[in-house]
């Protein structure tokens, strides 16, 4: 039993390379199929993950079910994404190629139907994003990107924009000298100093 549990049915460099080579299709897989396909999890989508997972499965294992090829699979795994991800942040040029670049979906208030189209986006996602971040519509949008992991990057029109914790301060501080100047003003109105 035990020696079934740690017997290596197949040569641990064989276990690597067919983990690397299962890694890399799956990465060109996903490059493929655009940032669409990062944006939101669907139903869909957890599907195709747990049948992929079980597609590749034995291609990563071979036939080897021990416990410690099992061992040796997931530890190449998280080591070759580590790799790369560190590729990734020192390597502007593999992170262009790998993961690819920003798409602008709205611009100057207008959505980009041709973009939208090309990442299969819905013109009520956008909708829907615009108003999480407090717009009433996509006219409110200065730029628009789905950004390669799959995050929408909205940025409203600076007419559309909040002040800051910045900006609110500083107007207290304008309006906390105009009181004191007004009750300066009133006082000498008073005493006829003034005005």
């Known amino acids: ?7 290596l049915q197949i040569p641990i460099v064989e276990k690597i390379i067919r ?12 490059r493929l199929s655009g940032k669409r396909g990062l944006a939101g999890v669907n139903t869909f989508d957890v599907v ?17 079910n021990s416990v410690l ?3 040796i699979g997931a530890v190449t795994l998280v080591a070759v994404n580590a790799a790369v991800t560190r590729w990734l942040a020192r390597d502007p040029r593999a992170a262009r190629l790998l993961e690819g670049t920003a798409t602008v979906v709205v611009a100057k208030g207008k959505l980009k139907h041709r973009a939208l189209r090309r990442l299969a986006l819905r013109p009520s996602e956008i909708e829907h994003a615009v108003r999480l971040q407090n717009g009433e519509g996509v006219s409110d949008i200065a730029e628009g990107r789905l950004e390669p992991d799959g995050q ?4 409203l029109k600076t007419a559309q924009q909040g002040a800051t914790r910045g900006e ?12 004191d100047l007004l009750t300066v003003l009133a006082g000498r109105r008073r005493d006829g100093t003034g005005l």
Not at 19 to 30: G, K, P
């Open 69 to 71: 090829g099992g061992a």
């Open 19 to 30: 983990t690397v080579a299962v890694y890399a299709m799956i990465v060109i897989l996903f």
């Open 48 to 64: 195709v993950i747990f049948l992929l997972s079980n597609v590749v499965q034995n291609a990563v294992i071979g036939p080897d």
């Open 168 to 179: 609110i301060e500083a107007l207290r501080a304008r309006l906390a000298s105009i009181e």
């Open 152 to 155: 929408l990057v909205l940025v």
């Open 1 to 7: 039993m035990w020696h079934d549990m740690l017997a």
